[in-house]
């Protein structure tokens, strides 16, 4: 059986990522990573661990750090899509970008919750809802109006295997078309090489 979950019944928590009062300056000794929009890859499914920016974070509230488990839900911009937050990183923020929203795991697979935010029903909702003139954002009322559609526990583990296989299908047919179109070009070159 399906049921249809306000999403604030899932959660232990939904709050906005940390505003920085400046421009955000990475330092190599930073303790702190922060998750920004550019540390997004594959279709804003991924976090890029190598570029995250470091900072010091003697004045930030604890209670703004990133717990493994958490979704992370694009709230500015065109493409408000959600992922699943499972980096092993020590302390770990996201930008003023991002709302963070804590599943409690025992209702409901935060992979599934990432899922489910990114598919065309939720999409649609968030686009026809969005706000501001110059820069369009999803407003933490909008969010919380979100129904979730949960199935069993085991279907949500099986919805979420199948999204990662076809996922990582995608990236791979990239990969391949990437590989064949730079052969591609280096045959015909060697054709134009030819007639110079």
């Known amino acids: 059986m399906i049921a ?12 906005s990522g940390y505003s920085f009062r400046r421009r955000i300056i990475h330092d190599d000794d930073g303790d702190l990573r922060v998750i920004q ?26 209670k703004t750090l990133l717990a493994k488990g958490d979704v992370l839900l694009v709230a500015k911009g ?19 970008a991002f709302f963070v929203l804590r ?3 025992e209702k409901v697979l935060p992979a599934y919750l990432a899922w489910y935010l990114n598919q065309s029903n939720v999409q649609n909702f968030f686009a026809a809802n969005q706000s501001g003139s110059y820069m369009l954002s999803v407003a933490k009322t909008t969010l919380e109006r979100v129904t979730v559609q ?20 995608g990236l791979l047919m990239q990969s391949i078309m990437q590989k064949k ?11 134009v090489d030819k007639k110079v």
């Open 4 to 15: 249809t979950c306000p999403i604030n019944s899932l959660l232990i928590k939904i709050f």
């Open 37 to 62: 929009m550019k540390d997004l890859m594959h279709h804003y499914s991924a976090i890029k661990i190598s570029g995250l920016t470091r900072v010091y974070s003697e004045n930030l509230e604890r």
């Open 78 to 96: 065109a493409h408000n899509c959600a992922l699943e937050y499972d980096l092993n990183l020590p302390m770990a923020i996201a930008s003023s």
């Open 103 to 105: 599943p409690d795991p």
């Open 150 to 169: 949960l199935p069993s526990r085991e279907i949500q583990e099986k919805i979420v295997a199948v999204d990662k296989l076809v996922r990582k299908e």
């Open 181 to 191: 179109k730079m052969l591609v070009t280096s045959a015909l070159m060697k054709l």
